[in-house]
């Protein structure tokens, strides 16, 4: 196998630092946040992810917005994860954001049984 050869003068370390894109298209964010073009046209549209047009039509999205995307939705997810009600009944996360599936405690269940 033969090692990587320089570029430029550059040690090949220094070159794939030096490679790493500030913008990708649409469907390489697709790639990478694992989502569809709807939901992410819908996040552009939300601002919470930013883009520019290159020239007539090429749009770009910040890679630097996808990465500040993901670090807010694990700070989220990291403080929905700890939701509990007054009544001391455990909430799951996807229930507190409006999910559907959800725990409650042992005297909501009994309430729930006995209607």
């Known amino acids: 196998m033969s090692e990587p050869r320089e570029?430029?003068?550059?040690?090949?370390?220094?070159?794939?630092m030096a490679l790493e894109p500030?913008?990708?298209s649409?469907?390489?964010?697709?790639?990478?946040l694992s989502i569809g073009t709807t939901r992410l046209?819908?996040?552009l549209a939300d601002?919470?992810?930013?883009?520019?047009?290159?020239?007539?039509?090429?749009r770009?999205?910040?890679l630097q917005s996808i990465r500040a995307?993901?670090?807010?939705?694990?700070?989220?997810?990291?403080?929905?994860?700890?939701?509990?009600p007054k009544d001391g009944a455990e909430i799951s996360?996807?229930?507190?954001?409006g999910g559907k599936r959800r725990r409650i405690g042992a005297s909501r269940l009994a309430d729930a049984q006995v209607r």
Request: glycine letters at 6%; proline letters at 3%.
């Open 7 to 16: 570029v430029r003068g550059r040690k090949p370390a220094q070159t794939a």
């Open 22 to 24: 500030f913008s990708v």
């Open 26 to 32: 649409p469907r390489e964010a697709c790639r990478l």
């Open 41 to 43: 046209y819908e996040l």
């Open 47 to 58: 601002g919470e992810l930013q883009s520019y047009v290159e020239g007539n039509r090429a």
């Open 60 to 62: 770009r999205i910040l």
């Open 69 to 84: 995307y993901i670090d807010r939705r694990v700070a989220h997810a990291a403080a929905q994860s700890t939701l509990k």
């Open 93 to 97: 996360a996807n229930a507190a954001s």
